[in-house]
């Protein structure tokens, strides 16, 4: 079955500093992999997606994932951390029929001034 | 293309009343989903809609919700006899061609 781990419940970062969010994945196979954002009261935006096209993948607001097939990593990054970026993250898989997702349990990322 | 739009956005009942909650999918896409979401948890599976057809329910819906796709365009998940543990973000997704699913901005359920 095709499940996530989220390894971090909380990160917490200063302004302008990396940010790394750990995902990995439990699959048979290559699966395609999402990363969700969810800001304070708001819905769910995806970020990026990996396909099997390119592993690594750039996403939205300058985060981007590298799919790393033999550590089974989909981790989430970006190079400079900006306030607009606090918000919790979903790293995410399709299991079964129907295209039905499995979450991962989030991780709440704090920026600091 | 105008995103998945969900009402009410709040929503605030005693214990023991109905709600109904209404979800409009991206226009054109056949698949709809419905989501519970509670604090400190990633979203959980609720049910699936092809079209007008309910494929697929989690055990997490009791008998006291149901949700409906009458003519495979917006959707509605009414909850009776409501509870405290009803409590949560409800969201719902709709998807297209692709494995993207998109989702509305949720409806909150506070049961008091």
Known sequence: AQSVTQLDSHVSVSEGTPVLLRCNYSSSYSPSLFWYVQHPNKGLQLLLKYTSA??????????????????????????????SDAAEYFCVVPRGGYQKVTFGTGTKLQVIP | DTGVSQNPRHKITKRGQNVTFRCDPISEHNRLYWYRQTLGQGPEFLTYFQNEAQLEKSRLLSD???????????????????????????????QGSTDTQYFGPGTRLTVL
Request: glycine share 6%.
């Open chain 1, 54 to 83: 390119a592993t690594l993948v750039k996403g939205i607001n300058g985060f981007e994932a590298e799919f790393k097939k033999s550590e089974t990593s989909f981790h989430l990054t970006k190079p400079s951390a900006h306030m």
């Open chain 2, 64 to 94: 006291r919700f149901s949700a409906e796709r009458p003519k495979g365009s917006f959707s509605t998940l009414e909850i009776q006899r409501t509870e405290q543990g009803d409590s949560a973000m409800y969201l719902c997704a709709s």
